[in-house]
């Protein structure tokens, strides 16, 4: 999620949301690709049977409000630095960046030389299709990392620099909330993931 406090500081320090006031010669505001820092979480489970993974499996998934488990789960937070000039008695948009954390939490299974083929097949296209529904989410993440600068780019002057502050917050917190939106969506139209296969057994 994104964190709301403002902060000010100097041109170029990194913060969840950093301003910067600079004076400085007018040219185009810059945009850069997001910095993105991916890491997995892995949940091992033990079992060597259909039965035996299923339990495992339940007994580590997570649960939404409405009570639906899932087996993979992304989470992400996107923190952003706008960078504003004052220039000829208006203020702008000079640069902005955002960084994006996202960890994605995973089962794993170390099959044991007692688990049959078949088992093992079954549950490398189990993972497969896991891994491709937390990928969409990944895919949403970075899709609101961008958009939060992009957004921010169509950004009108304003009088005064903490006019532009202001607005520049609340199109990065709208842009956020759009996104996580999304992510409801693609849930529920997946089914978290059954409708592309992340079933088990």
């Known amino acids: 999620m994104s964190l709301r406090a403002a902060k000010h500081g ?24 997001p910095t993105i820092h ?22 580590t998934a997570a649960a939404d409000p409405a009570g639906d488990e899932f087996f993979g789960r992304t989470r992400w937070r996107v923190q952003w630095n706008f960078r504003v000039e004052s220039v000829d008695g208006s203020c702008r948009l000079a640069s902005a960046t955002t960084d994006l954390d996202i960890r994605m939490s995973l089962p794993r299974w170390d099959p044991p030389p007692s688990a049959s083929p078949e088992l093992v097949r079954r549950w490398n296209r189990f993972m497969s299709a896991l ?26 002057p304003e009088p ?4 532009l502050k202001k607005t520049l917050s609340q199109i990065a917190d709208a842009t956020v909330q759009e996104y996580r939106d999304r992510g409801t969506s693609y849930d529920t139209t997946t089914q978290h993931g059954r409708t592309q296969g992340a079933t088990f057994p």
């Not at 991916?38 to 007994?59: M, P």
């Not at 891994?131 to 009108?156: C, F, L, Q």
Request: net charge negative.
């Open 38 to 59: 991916d890491s997995i979480d892995y949940r091992d489970i033990t079992g060597n049977t259909e039965a035996a993974l299923a339990a495992a499996l339940k007994n």
């Open 10 to 33: 100097e041109c170029g320090k990194s913060a969840a949301f950093v301003f910067a006031l600079c004076a400085m010669p007018l040219f185009a505001a810059e945009l850069a690709a």
């Open 160 to 163: 005064d620099c903490d006019t």
């Open 131 to 156: 891994r491709k529904h937390e990928d969409g989410h990944r895919d949403i993440a970075v899709a609101a990392a961008n958009a939060i600068e992009k957004h921010a780019m169509k950004a009108a």
